[in-house]
């Protein structure tokens, strides 16, 4: 966390080479969705042919697709033609001039989960005044990646840079048609990660956005790529426990995962986007495509989420482990409250042999939420002796939320093992009472039960993260027990 | 230390405490015996605070507080403590952290200085060896998976952890085989101190042949019967409660 202001410093440093200087002079797209629009967007990023191509591809399937309706949430029809889908970063002028001009209800909770000062004026757009005269931390970091071979990277810079590795993999993972919300990415995706680790490199630090120059103003269609190459490990961090500001309602990112023979590649992501007031207006709607494919042999792909903010939650990280002895988990904490409403799962398809996947998923609602588990295990007949264990544990609080689990098992080979376990669990009143006899407060103990009950998951978090994972859901659910 | 007087309790529409009349002084211990649905358990879970009983009429006084004007955690605070029939299980939350969070809300409500890990585990080991409780036990989630013994002396060692005033045991002996009882009750006579009193709440005269109580109290009916000194358990142990009934009503009568 502490880095995130020298991460600023590196994009002030940055402005300051470059400028916002492009070859189309507009900074934003008037609003509405065209080919024309894609044409610009391509051209405001300096596109080459093939990948305007690519996102016009995306963009004709997507005008014959529908919106899906089975997800079990409920939202106002979201009118595509009303949305601006380019807008350059903001230049200082636009952003507010210093924390006075931010929601008090927002510093109050940067203000429990404890974030320094300067961090909160860089989470909340602030534009800070940026005169340093220290070498940025995020510029060494780089500096030391790079010496190992690893590409980390906007992907915009990517497709500058390293356009071959970009044309090699981009929708190989989920195609540009897979969904109507990835079709809608792969046409206008802004800006996102990109990242490969070469062959028998084990990165050494965890990667996480906030070290990636250019990661602030990445918009609502985040595209992200990362190639684990044979032999290769790395450990991406996504978000953080913050709430970011933004003004973007509808998020549709798509997130693609390759790990070659040997690799691993372990993905947290911690989500606490708006969820919108006590009434859900105004919250956000993060309808995420993120799908890893098990390539080589022996490859393995975790997925660890933590889903406490948005107001409609539509996302289900998945595997495809289609090397033999390939490996796929799925760890997630996933809270309702007030108003929030998550339908959230993963998928895993075994295509090839002794592949196992293990799924852990604990769903918390409060208040009005509702929390649903969607999950598909897929055994292909060519998957000889595939396993899988899933767990699905619910917990309420309070009696107006709900908890909808749909566990979808599809086995086409008859040597597979599955195991399933689900509970659904109540805080009781007995739990929080013998908490307060023993001089725990109801708050704490609440937090205390809560904590129990997700500790499968957070315990795959990196270390830092987990602990933040802890503060946050404090924060997430503070008023839920009366 | 304990004052209560003409209590009156009802759980939803029922009345259960009909006027309890009961006083214990430091250092004591005293025994509550009685039948199933006499009342026992309405007593101890009024003491300490559990909502869904009403207190209807009467006065709880502690150490000269009204308890009904306290939050279960403020008399937890006060060195109330109440040894559960049944031990709730907290999934995922490891013993040893629960107890230290016990410990230090309840030194920080004193305006005591919280424990730091190393003094806790210091604390936690030394008693779990005055109570003779598995340190295995420390590491486990709180009374998840734990046979009914387990779950017992999980209670004693809180209670030896946390040092309170008052400590009422809501029927510790029920479910345990006889070396589990002997274990139990060892581990709360190590806990008898001068300053200390016990309400040992009972269905048997079993338990009382380890824990040596200086008063029993016969709860009919939510009302006190007879009171008396360690020898009136055993004519219950004799006589049964229809006996010790019709002795209460033939006394009244005469």
Known sequence: ?482 | MLRVSDLHARVEEHEILRGVDLQVEAGEVHAVMGPNGSGKSTLAQVLAGREDYEVTAGSLEFDGDDLQEMAPEERAHAGLFLAFQYPVEIPGVGNSYFLKAALNATRKARGEQALDAMDFLRLLRERANLVDVDEALLRRPVNEGFSGGEKKRNEILQMAVLEPRLAVLDETDSGLDIDALKTVAAGVNALRREDRAFVVITHYQRLLNYIVPDHVHVLLDGRIVRSGGSGLALELEERGYAGITEASAGGSGG
């Open chain 1, 1 to 482: 966390m502490a880095t995130a202001t020298d991460t600023i410093e590196a994009l002030a440093q940055r402005d300051y080479e470059y400028g916002f200087v492009t070859d189309v002079e507009q900074d934003t797209a008037p609003p509405g969705l065209s080919e024309e629009i894609i044409a610009f967007i391509s051209a405001k990023k300096n596109e080459p042919q093939w990948l305007l191509d690519w996102r016009l591809h995306a963009y004709r399937g997507w005008l014959k697709m529908v919106e899906p309706q089975w997800a079990n949430v409920r939202y106002e029809p979201i009118d595509y033609q009303s949305i601006c889908y380019y807008a350059a970063p903001k230049s200082d002028d636009d952003r507010p001039r210093s924390l006075d001009e931010i929601d008090p209800e927002i510093l109050a909770t940067y203000e429990k989960l404890g974030i320094p000062l300067r961090e909160q004026e860089v989470l909340a757009g602030v534009a800070v005044d940026a005169v340093f005269d220290s070498v940025s931390v995020a510029t060494t970091f780089r500096e030391k990646l790079a010496e190992l071979g690893v590409i980390f990277c906007s992907f915009s810079e990517a497709v500058q840079d390293h356009p071959e590795l970009v044309r090699k993999y981009l929708g190989t993972v989920v195609p540009r048609r897979d969904n109507f919300f990835a079709a809608l990415n792969s046409a206008v995706f802004s800006d996102g990660s990109f990242v490969y680790i070469p062959k028998g490199v084990r990165c050494p630090m965890e990667l996480s956005t906030y070290f990636r120059i250019n990661a602030m103003n990445t918009g609502q269609f985040e595209r992200t790529l990362i190639i684990a190459d044979e032999g290769s490990h790395v450990s991406y961090l996504e978000g953080c426990t913050a709430p970011m500001r933004d003004e973007n309602q509808l998020h549709a990112a798509v997130v693609e995962l390759v790990a070659h023979e040997d690799a691993q590649i372990k993905y947290s992501t911690v989500q606490n986007w708006y969820p919108g007031d006590k009434q859900g207006v105004g919250g956000i709607y993060n309808f995420v495509t993120k799908r890893g494919l098990c390539a080589g042999r022996r490859s393995k792909i975790s997925w660890t989420q933590v889903e406490t903010g948005s107001a409609v939650t539509w996302k289900y990280p998945s595997c495809i482990l289609k090397g033999d002895d390939s490996v796929g988990e799925f760890y997630s904490v996933a809270v309702s409250n007030n108003r929030q409403q998550a339908d959230t799962g993963t998928k895993m398809i075994h295509i090839g042999k002794r592949t196992s996947s293990t799924i852990v998923s604990k769903g918390i609602s409060a208040g009005e939420g509702q929390n649903t588990y969607r999950g598909s295990v897929r055994i292909l007949r060519s998957a000889e002796d595939a396993r899988n264990f899933s767990q699905c544990d619910s917990m309420l609080i309070g009696d107006r939320c709900g908890a909808h689990t749909f566990p979808y098992i599809d086995v086409a080979n008859p040597s597979a093992q599955m195991e399933h376990e689900a509970s659904t669990s109540k805080i009781g009143e007995d739990q929080v009472f013998y908490c307060n006899q023993r001089g725990i407060e109801t708050e704490d103990a609440v937090s205390m039960i809560v904590n129990g009950f997700c500790k499968e998951v957070f315990r795959e978090l990196p270390m830092e993260f987990a602990v933040e994972a802890q503060k946050l859901l404090e924060v997430s659910l503070e008023g839920s027990v009366g």
